[in-house]
């Protein structure tokens, strides 16, 4: 065969072969992503049942934990609307009032109950100096 | 010591203005005094942020805390050694740590290569000041380290505790070892585009430092992971975090270039695509550097406080737009000169590994950028989770891994049916008699891990085979006995072997991911003192509760631990004793009480971890301390009513008393304790997969004796005129 024309069907196979891992990713990553909503927009929203949400936002003081569930409230980052939350199972060590966190719900009722092994505390070590100290 | 420190970060700055500026006015007017001046002005500006680097450690190893930065991030408890590395869990410190190796960095290469690459050089040098410019910038005029406290403090708030482990705290210097060497090819490939000297010469040169930075980014990343496995409580040591992607991304397309580069120096191709390759990851690590600092993405990570988002990404754009351009605009010079002969080949084979590195470079990219995508589309954001990326991220690792299997073994140019007969047989036998003895021996769980486990065989097997027909070749030749012919195999051909050494370790690494994702069990439990929990073939029995006080070297309390002791062991075999507690660090919140700010502060887990190569019993507790609380706070109150007529010396010592008191009833009454049990098949096959593919990377990256040249002697012309007749057996 002609070595250009071999080297053009090389070139077409590769570029089909990377369309279709684009295409695929794309396809999957949007059916399989959960939207990420703040506390303020599930509370002013009718939220589908069963519908996943990924919620950020910053824990209320005063959650309760008994035995490996815990109960506690998600406020906005920068508001005061907040959204009751439940959690089944062990918490990550830098959990504690006023972090913020990531966690995908599901709605139950007038709570939201977080999916087990989906509850992120963002670590608070790097890059957030108190400049008011300054 | 602020003043003075401040005063090297304008020094350093100063220096890489100046330098810049002055290599390219060298190089534009002939000026070979200007380009040397530049030169020096990069040892300047690695002298001056050694210094700034210096006065820092200091202040941190004093406690002083007149500086602003060793008052939020250290303390007169943190131990010496954490003092000494909290600086980069600062965004001030890891910006000057930054600047620290890239100044060091950039002299050595320069240094290096001052009676080489001339033409090169003077552009080079102005694109590692340019660098150099933009974090001494931002170090003076938005993030410096030298800030001096407002409202002095006599307690720093202290290192993190979950930094708190020696693995981290060498993590970040790692990888920005691997950021700050990868600014070196990169510089490189710009003035090599701009002086259009494109032929393979500043790729001979920058070649180490492109190992050396593959090999510290790629430890950095391994050191991170293990740290997520030790220190963390949820028994991973991957979950797809942007930030972690960051750090992988310009690992994998390095990977790449190691590969192809391996082509233009032989066969003159692949020169658009290899300095696109170091461009992109050029590219990639400052953007690894942008995510963490920005915020836009969701991470683990907190990084919302930071400015530097757009200073970060106006470097980011200027080096895209200046690459796109270089590169489209030297495109005819860039032309290959040689064509690919067949896809029966190594170029062939290499290609298709670049082409796989890439595709995983771009899922990785997609999944980290996606919530920025998905607002781009639909208005809002969504995050995709640890499935999708594994669904195309396993594919492309198992294509990858038969591509370094037949690589290695295949001809240059083109492959015949005897030349593949003879190279793939016993590779492929190696496979299939692995595959066979785990289907005898009955792991047949999970037909991905089946898939790796036989590639692996076969990968290793092609080495192996390798290893072999050099050793015996050698052995023919020179009568030397087996071992000191290995070791003369490999010294003779560092490149090769060492590249082999890489190959086996990345192998036991991913058998080790693709044992331990496929078989790992877990088990999250409540349990009192003694009950048992069975996990696997594993029965775990929580035997006592165990409280301490931890006191720092100054006397001063650092930590309070609860924890268990558990007895682990298979039903009827031997028996081992662990022990996993949860670190309580007080608070310096003056809103809270005397007592609860002991229990109000940061946590850390530490992990239970019987580690060996077949599996790891892995257990972390969170003890419940709720029983406690109306003790802490009836504490609170007492100490508030009696503040006034104690002395604080006495107040300490009731202090002490009440703490004693707490953690003796936390042991004589305990309560149920959460405990999160794993059983991880072959975790440790990552760390051990770690540390041969350092090895093979010192064996590949490390000089020749006597420098780069080599004295041809008669008998060497031989064996290159021998290896010129037969192309499919010249070492890559």
Known sequence: MDPSR?????????????????????????????????????????????????????VVAGYKTSGNVTHFRVRDRDGTVSVPVTYKGNLPDPFRADREIVIDVVKKGAVYEGQPGTLVTKCPSKFTADKSQT | MLV????????????????????????RARRPEFVASGRR??????????????????????????????????????????????MWSSQEGSLLLWLFLLGVWSSVILYVTRHRLRALAPYAQAVLLGYGVFFAGLLVFLESPFRRIANPVAEGTGLNPLLRDPGMMIHPPMLYSGYTLLAIPFAFAVAALITRRLDAEWIRSTRPFTLFAWLALGFGIVLGARWSYHELDW??????????????????????FLHSVMIQERRGMLRIWNVSLVLATGVLAILGTFLVRSGVLQSIHAFGAS??????????????????????????????????????SREAIFLLNNLLLVALCFVIFWGTFFPLIAEA????????????????????????????????????????????????????????????????????????????????????????????????????????????????????????????????????????VAASSSFKEVHDVSLNPGEKARVGDYEFTYVEPTAEIHAAPNGRLERIAFGAHLRVGKAGGDTKLLHTSKDYFPSQDPSLGPVSRFFDGETTTEVALDASLYNDIWAAVAPDIVRLRDRIEEGDRLFERAADDLTGEQAGQFLALALRGLTERYTENPPAARFRLEVNPMVSWLWVGALIIVFGGLVAGWPPRGGTSRTVTAKYAARVGREVREPERVPA
């Not at chain 2, 970060?9 to 100046?18: F, G, R």
């Not at chain 2, 092609?462 to 050099?470: N, P, S």
């Open chain 2, 4 to 27: 003075a420190g401040q005063a090297c970060l304008i020094v350093a700055l100063c220096s890489a203005v100046y330098g810049a500026g002055a290599s390219l006015y060298g190089a």
């Open chain 2, 307 to 344: 400015t530097l988002g757009v200073p970060f990404l106006l470097l980011i754009g200027g080096m895209i737009a200046a690459s796109i351009y270089l590169v489209a605009t030297r495109a005819d010079q860039l032309r290959s000169r040689n064509r690919l002969d067949s896809l029966l």
């Open chain 2, 377 to 512: 589309v639909t208005g809002r954001q969504r995050n995709i989770g640890p499935p999708v990326y594994e669904q195309f991220v396993v594919p492309l690792a198992l294509l990858l891994v038969l591509a370094t299997g037949i690589g290695p073994v295949i001809a240059w140019r083109r492959a015949t049916a005897a030349n593949l007969r003879r190279n793939l047989t016993k590779p492929a036998i190696a496979g299939l008699v692995v595959l066979a003895a785990l289907i005898a021996l009955g792991v047949t769980g999970s037909v991905t891990a089946l898939i790796m486990f036989t590639l692996a065989g076969f990968v290793l097997g092609g080495i192996v085979q390798e290893l072999w027909r050099g050793v015996r070749a050698r052995r023919a030749a020179s009568r030397e006995p087996l071992p000191l012919a290995f070791v003369s195999l490999v010294r003779r051909n560092r490149r090769r072997y060492g590249g082999y050494f890489v190959h086996v370790g990345i192998i036991v690494m991913f058998v080790g």
């Open chain 1, 6 to 58: 071999k080297r053009s069907i090389r070139f077409v196979v590769a570029l089909s072969a990377a369309l279709l891992l684009a295409t695929a990713l794309a396809y999957t990553s949007f059916s399989a992503s959960t939207e990420a909503r703040q506390p303020s927009e599930l509370a002013s929203a009718t939220p589908a049942p069963g519908e996943k949400y990924q919620l950020v936002g910053k």
């Open chain 2, 41 to 86: 002005a990069v040892y300047a500006m690695a002298g001056a942020s050694t210094l700034a680097f210096v006065l820092l450690e200091i202040a941190f190893v004093n406690s002083d805390f007149e500086f602003a930065v060793v008052a939020s991030h250290s303390s007169t408890t943190t131990p010496l050694f954490y003092r000494l590395t909290a």
């Open chain 2, 235 to 256: 028994g991973g040591y991957w979950m797809w975090d942007p930030v972690e992607n960051a750090s992988l991304m310009p690992w994998l397309t390095a990977t790449a």
